[in-house]
């Protein structure tokens, strides 16, 4: 958890040192949003390993977040975002029968860096907008995930997994309204696209014996989310 707050203190000392510059004080508008939604990652890859086939996926969890906001112009902001998805990575072996399927927690740490467009103009009750950003996910798979594939197995043979950190952008839209001069509600939807996470093994097998995770390609992360908006003196 010492990490996450740290990420969360770099977006509010981003954010807030944005908000004390003078040449910005006539737009500004800090606010920040807690939400709570879906986080739907897929990621389905099959792959053939000495003979038997696999498949990847990761299931679909819900995410918690907090995003920091302030206004640059009548139309602009900027955002600092981090979010907390569980999305369990599945392994399914299809040469035992039934198939084997093999569960790994995974927590997925986003933290990004937005601007928003609102196209539509202050003081209307709803104000739409356009979003695009970069940042970073972390796929950290728990405790008890890195001790079932490194006592059991990982895909095909038992492995030492760890946490997998991926360069992103994302895009999306929403709605933002004010009920009054401090409180309002938000509604998001965003596709963060990263790379796949291998969890520190390598793509292709380095020899005979060798552990590896024969997957690529990039990873969608769709995310639909509401908020409670606090607007900031």
């Avoid at 991926?166 to 596709?191: C, P, S």
């Avoid at 990263?194 to 690529?216: A, M, N």
């Amino acid at each position: 958890m010492y990490k996450q707050a740290s990420y969360l203190l770099a977006v509010l000392t981003v954010i807030f040192s944005i908000c004390g510059s003078n040449a910005l004080a006539q737009f500004l508008d800090p606010r920040v949003t807690g939400f709570a939604g879906g986080s739907f990652l897929g990621g389905e890859r099959g792959f053939i390993i000495d003979g038997n086939a696999f498949q990847s996926r990761f299931q679909n969890g819900g995410k918690v977040g907090i995003r920091v906001t302030a206004d640059l112009t009548d139309s602009w902001s900027l955002e600092g975002t981090y979010s907390f998805s569980g999305n369990d990575l599945r392994i399914t072996e299809f040469d035992e029968v039934p198939p084997e399927e093999r569960f790994f927690g995974i927590g997925v740490h986003q933290f990004v860096f937005n601007g928003l467009y609102y196209i539509t103009p202050p003081g209307e009750t709803l104000r739409f907008f356009f979003t695009a950003g970069i940042g970073w996910v972390r796929f950290s798979p728990s405790d008890s995930a890195k001790i079932l594939a490194l006592v059991d197995k990982f895909i095909d043979d038992s492995a030492s997994i760890r946490t997998s950190t991926k360069f992103g952008f994302n895009f999306g839209a929403g709605m933002e309204t004010r009920a009054n001069e401090w409180l309002g509600v938000r509604v998001d939807i965003r596709d963060h696209i990263t790379g796949y996470p291998r969890f520190g093994l390598p793509e292709t097998s380095s020899g005979p014996g060798s552990v590896f995770f024969p997957v690529e390609g990039v990873l969608h992360n769709t995310e639909v989310s509401a908020g409670v908006v606090f607007y900031l003196p």
